[in-house]
């Protein structure tokens, strides 16, 4: 009788206060989520990525490997930032673990017929945690000059080009090429006064030289991500799993609630 209390606590907390989606989480990812291979086109979609089912809106794995496909023709992995274009897939290589993707955002920016209300984000800025951006890839770094004077330093400048994204005269983006991944993702001795600079990896071309100039074909073709291996699945610690996944999963959206907070406005991010 008297260690009733304790044990009723422990009772308690282990009945009830688990959250059932955690108690039934296998039971829930089996039924309905097919662990053989789907097709999107002709992209090949297997473990870990999983293709989303837009009816049941259910979910089959990690989040970040999420892939929605449309019209059996593009296979899409979302931005870790909401309401943000993501990355189109070209075609992943299970073995290699990595994945040719193309930065959607850079492309509408490209299309957009007037720069007016849009705003050029970091393209790692929106990568989920599970991926990393290949150190094969080279950079382009879009400069959104503003001031009259930083304008013309950029037109002077012979490593850069001018595109056709802009806004009347408010400011126009200018484009180099050819700079080297930063592991720590400091890109200070790029920095040009009275603009604005954002990171864009592309493929390095054989050569290991990329033009400016092809700046539209060169996001277009887009770039390397690769994926670390997922710890192989150890039934007994599956809750443990869970819990992990659930946490991660609570931390990514709040990580994006609060990117998503800093970065919104009336303009779109691409
Ligand atoms: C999707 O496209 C592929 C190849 O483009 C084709 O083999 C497959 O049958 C299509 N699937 C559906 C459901 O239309
Ligand atoms: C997949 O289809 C696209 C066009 O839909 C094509 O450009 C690409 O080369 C194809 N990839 C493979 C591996 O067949
Ligand atoms: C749907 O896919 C087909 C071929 O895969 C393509 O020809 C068509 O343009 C696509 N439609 C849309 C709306 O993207
Ligand atoms: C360029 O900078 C201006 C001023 O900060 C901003 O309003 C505009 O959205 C930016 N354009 C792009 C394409 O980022
Ligand atoms: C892009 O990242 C660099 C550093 O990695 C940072 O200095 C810059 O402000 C970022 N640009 C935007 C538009 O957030
Ligand atoms: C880059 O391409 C432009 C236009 O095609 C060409 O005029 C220029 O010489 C090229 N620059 C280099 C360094 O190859």
Redesign the pocket.
Known sequence: MSMAPVYWFLVFIGVCCLPPMLVGADEQQGEGCSRSANRC???TISDPFWLADTEAGRSCGILDFKVTCYNN?TASLRSSVPLIPGFAI??ISYKERSLLVVDEGKQKLLEASSGCGIKIGNTSAKLDTQFKIDLSNLNLILYNCTKESAVAAARRDGGLVQTSVRCRNEWVVFVRAGVHHDRIGNYARYAMEGCDASVVPVLASLSGKTNASDYEQLINDGFLLTWEAPPPPLPAAAHGRHNKKLILIGMSIMASAQKMHETLSQTSIL
């Open positions: 086109g002709n992209i023709s070209n075609s």
